[in-house]
């Protein structure tokens, strides 16, 4: 059976930094893509991050968070993390994790979404 868990989400202050952690079982991550998304009271999901099993050179980024979050992925371990530096108000959501057949930046084709994990920003 295929689980994702996000877990490292808190109370951060503007300009601070938090580490997301999505641990991933029941398959292999060589094998699969994983996104992070995010979801803010009132808004629809959007993308934040993906990156291929396979190549970590594939990477996507969302224009909101580009030069701040960094996605990385210890493939050994089954965890893909999210590195979010210099974070802003505007970034509180819950975020998600969920893995894709492919690497593919199309909310659509992911699955096996977690229960999210809330970052919240505020000073």
């Known amino acids: 059976q295929v689980q994702l868990e996000e877990i490292g989400g808190g109370l951060v202050q503007p300009g601070g930094s938090l580490r997301l952690a999505c641990l991933v079982s029941g398959l292999t991550l060589d094998d699969y893509a994983i996104g992070w998304f995010r979801q803010a009271p009132g808004n629809e999901r959007e993308g934040v991050s993906c990156?291929?099993?396979?190549?970590?050179?594939?990477?996507y980024y969302a224009d909101s968070v580009k030069g701040r979050f960094t996605i990385s992925n210890d493939n050994p371990r089954n965890i893909m993390y999210l590195q979010m530096n210099n974070l802003k108000a505007e970034d509180t959501a819950i975020y998600y994790c969920?893995?894709?057949?492919?690497?593919?930046?199309?909310?659509?084709?992911?699955?096996?979404w977690g229960q999210g994990t809330q970052v919240t920003v505020a000073s």
């Open positions: 990156i291929s099993g396979a190549d970590s050179r594939q990477t």
């Open positions: 969920a893995r894709a057949t492919q690497y593919t930046t199309s909310q659509s084709a992911y699955e096996d």
